[in-house]
């Protein structure tokens, strides 16, 4: 199971820009797909961004699109989230997980601690 820890949130006004990472703990991120999730107080945890191992291909929800940007580092085993033009309704608590690319879905049923991301109007 590959297990992770989430970085660099905090509290920004809209418009600002985050980058958040998501670091390997233990075992390696090598040949596995990675992806953002987040999940709002009273919502469910959605999608947000995938790449693909070694990093050739990325997909990201239409509610993110054009602002966010996943890549990785695999010489560091790390991924990130690099997010522009923040919105208040993009506050959230933020996790990353190993996944199933094609299906969107992580491929473990842990998840980290999460990094909360609040972004003030």
């Known amino acids: 199971q590959v297990q992770v820890v989430e970085s660099g949130g905090g509290l920004v006004q809209a418009g600002g820009s985050l980058r958040l990472s998501c670091a390997a703990s233990?075992?390696?991120?090598?040949?596995?797909?990675m992806g953002w999730f987040r999940q709002a107080p009273g919502k469910e945890r959605e999608f947000v961004a995938a790449i693909t191992w070694p990093g050739t291909s990325t997909n990201y929800a239409d509610s993110v699109k054009g602002r966010f940007t996943i890549s990785r580092d695999n010489t560091k085993d790390t991924v990130y989230l690099e997010m522009n033009s923040l919105k208040p309704e993009d506050t959230a608590t933020y996790y990353c997980?190993?996944?199933?690319?094609?299906?969107?879905?992580?491929?473990?049923?842990?998840w980290g601690q999460g990094t909360q991301v609040t972004v003030s109007s």
């Open positions: 997980a190993a996944i199933n690319y094609i299906l969107g879905s992580p491929l473990f049923g842990s």
């Open positions: 233990g075992r390696t991120f090598t040949g596995y797909s």
